[in-house]
């Protein structure tokens, strides 16, 4: 009679799947651009706007308020594996600048109400991108911005579910070497909900 021995199934331990958290723009109030030539906040445009239009329409900077998806949101302090922000380029004049992106140094920010309160917000790390390249209505681009979204993460006051709100203008705040026409557009929620300004971030459970 044959001896059979059993030997005993080994067991493969579970490999953590990254989770995903999307922020997005969730409706047409919630992005939009100041300029100089009205102290309100323009929601309703086709584009958000950075950088000069003309002789007598400039200092143009635009915002977007970013609300995360009920499902999978970042708890505080989690360290981050990516943390990218998508956005889609509009119409825009083929200016050669570098425009400024940051992300707003708050817990749970609302939209600015006026020009001035777009420009008293304080915004955090920012780092400039490079728009030199040719500027295609409708290319997707996404940005590396995990050190900024981890800066808000590890903030005292955040809490999972807190919206995060982009803020982007030019880089200089003179406007000093700027042609009247030199100017960078995304596409908007009001233009293109699909298309408008995202966040995702990743990191393990």
């Not at 047409?28 to 445009?45: K, L, Q």
């Not at 000069?52 to 499902?71: G, N, Q």
């Not at 922000?85 to 509009?90: D, K, N, S």
């Not at 800066?151 to 880089?171: C, E, K, M």
């Amino acid at each position: 009679m044959a001896l059979v021995i059993a030997y005993p199934t080994p067991t493969v331990a579970a490999v953590a799947q990254p989770v995903t958290s999307i922020f997005r723009v969730i409706q047409g109030t919630h992005d939009g651009y100041s300029a100089n030539n009205s102290t309100a906040m323009n929601t309703s445009a086709a584009t958000l706007v950075t950088g000069d239009i003309s002789s007598t329409l400039f200092d143009f900077a635009a915002v977007a308020l970013l609300t995360p998806d009920a499902a999978n949101q970042i708890p505080k302090a989690k360290t981050l594996q990516t943390a990218k922000l998508i956005v889609t380029q509009g119409a825009g004049r083929s200016g050669s600048f570098e425009t400024r992106v940051a992300f707003e140094a708050a817990d749970n920010p609302t939209f600015p109400t006026s020009k001035a309160d777009h420009q008293a917000r304080v915004r955090g790390t920012a780092f400039l991108w490079d728009t030199n390249a040719a500027w295609v209505t409708g290319t997707v681009i996404e940005l590396d911005v995990k050190t900024q979204i981890q800066a808000i993460v590890n903030r005292t006051g955040y809490a999972p579910g807190n919206r995060i709100q982009f803020l982007w203008d030019h880089s200089s705040t003179t406007g000093a070497g700027f042609g009247v026409n030199d100017n960078h557009q995304l596409t908007s929620f009001d233009s293109n909900p699909d298309q408008s300004v995202r966040l995702e971030v990743t990191y393990l459970p």
